[in-house]
């Protein structure tokens, strides 16, 4: 992409009511516009990012079984009444008419939506277990929508739905969701914790919060430290398997949010030196909630004796457009964002620091054409600005690597490149420098 031709409006200052950090450079790096009260338009940078994301949880989803749909965002008012929900939600639920005067909903989750699809198409035992998943624009009323897309009211998430026919067969479901989640945002570059967790409206009886550490953060948790410094289990698991190992082997160590919280628990089980108190960014929330939902919308499977039982539940979010300001809040300095490489908009940024000079020009081409043709989906800093301008924008965009081309090395025969998130800078041949930057 050729930054004299794209859209990247960049501030010089965020406007004075964003309060944290993310919000500020959401808005000056020009990935999102206000639309209204925690509404936002994704303007191309931000959007690039908010589809890396959403690709990588969805492809952790596939790798853990489950399999994706598309739920509509307006959802019949009727199903909620089937469930139970629809007076329980209250005013965070955004109530519409059609011409018809039928009563709609914009989804603020899926449940109702995604039982009756199961309950329309699954009879039988055999067909479990099912996970079923969307990545859909949800709608919550907050009453506080606040610190931009990490409480908005419109925002992206990923909800999944597992699907079977014993208590025993959902836990596994919940294991396999326990640790996609854990893989997942270790490829976003975060240090996730799973902690202890309230269900609140969507019910039940066993639930975690996964919580990224950023002081900014709404929850406060209660951590053992050697849960904190845990890796994710990553790709190569059984994920047909028994997992509840590695599920207990994270579990056993004490993890709860506020709610949750237990002082002489955590007393008892962490010692003095191993406990960790800190604020920490919601990222998604698992439950197991069984028939809550089969029961009263008459979700049923035949048995293997032929008898029909409600199937059991679980449901699964992650927040999505949340997760593009927690990276944030987990990865940025004074000059701006620093993209995890997973997840930045471009690979890399080239800068011509004199356009218009026919050899720069040739060299800087020559560059954004290898990036390329390495994978590297460049941006060419081509507009006719001063290098201090350029080297502002780009450090603020957090494009992770720049490649420098200025009159003095197109004469040596060399270019600069500079790795955002360390300032490490090396001067070298191009074909080499495309080389460390594709690394
Ligand atoms: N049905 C379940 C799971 S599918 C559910 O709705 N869970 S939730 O309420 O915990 O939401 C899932 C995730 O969405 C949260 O962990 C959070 O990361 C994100 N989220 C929730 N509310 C908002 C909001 N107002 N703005 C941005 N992200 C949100």
Do not use: C
């Not at 993310?22 to 990012?49: D, F, N, T």
């Not at 990588?56 to 929900?85: F, K, Y």
């Not at 039928?102 to 277990?129: C, Q």
Request: glycine share 8%.
């Amino acid at each position: 992409m050729r930054l004299s031709r794209y859209f990247m409006p960049t501030l010089r200052e965020a406007p004075s009511d964003a309060q944290i950090v993310s919000h500020q450079l959401m808005l000056r790096a020009g990935l999102i516009r206000q639309e209204a009260a925690g509404i936002y338009a994704w303007l191309p940078l931000g959007l690039k990012v908010l589809r890396n994301i959403e690709q990588i949880v969805r492809e952790e989803m596939n790798r853990a079984g489950a399999i994706e749909v598309l739920m509509p965002t307006l959802q019949l008012a009727d199903l909620w009444r089937e469930s139970g929900r629809y007076d329980d939600y209250g005013e965070e639920m955004l109530r519409i008419k059609d011409r018809h005067e039928r009563d709609l909903l914009y989804g603020p989750t899926a449940e109702e939506v995604i039982t009756d699809i199961f309950r329309s198409y699954v009879k039988s035992y055999k067909d479990l277990p099912k996970n079923l998943y969307n990545i859909q624009w949800k709608f919550r009323d907050e009453r506080r929508p606040r610190f931009g897309v990490m409480r908005g009211r419109e925002f992206l998430m990923k909800d999944a739905y597992s699907f079977d026919i014993d208590e025993a067969a959902a836990r596994a479901s919940y294991n396999r969701m326990f640790l996609a989640y854990l893989n997942t945002y270790a490829r976003l570059g975060l240090k996730a914790i799973p902690v202890r967790a309230d269900t609140g409206p969507i019910g039940g009886d066993l639930s975690h919060e996964f919580i990224i550490l950023a002081d900014t953060g709404e929850s406060e948790v209660f951590a053992h430290r050697d849960l904190v410094e845990m890796g994710a289990p990553g790709p190569d698991i059984d994920w047909d398997g028994d997992l509840q190992p590695l599920v207990d082997q994270r579990t056993r160590l004490y993890a709860a949010s506020d709610e949750m919280h237990d002082p002489a628990r955590f007393e008892a089980e962490a010692p003095e030196d191993k406990r960790m108190t800190a604020r920490g960014i919601e990222v998604g929330h698992i439950f197991y909630f069984g028939e809550k939902y089969s029961k009263p919308m008459g979700a049923k499977v035949a048995g293997p004796d032929g008898t029909d039982r409600f199937v059991q539940m679980g449901s699964y979010g992650v927040g999505v457009s949340r997760l593009v300001a927690a990276i944030i809040e987990a990865s940025h300095d004074e000059a701006g964002i620093i993209w995890p490489q997973s997840v930045a908009p471009f690979g890399a940024a080239v800068v011509n620091l004199r356009v218009g000079d026919a050899a720069v020009d040739d060299v800087a081409e020559q560059a954004y054409r290898a990036l390329s043709a390495a994978g590297m989906e460049p941006l060419l800093d081509d507009r006719d600005e001063r290098p201090g301008a350029k080297f502002a924008a780009l450090d603020l965009v957090g494009v992770p690597w720049q490649l420098i081309v200025g009159p003095k090395g197109v004469a040596e025969g060399v270019v600069e490149i500079k790795r955002r998130a360390s300032g490490e800078r090396q001067t070298l041949p191009l074909d080499q420098a495309v080389k460390v930057i594709s690394g």
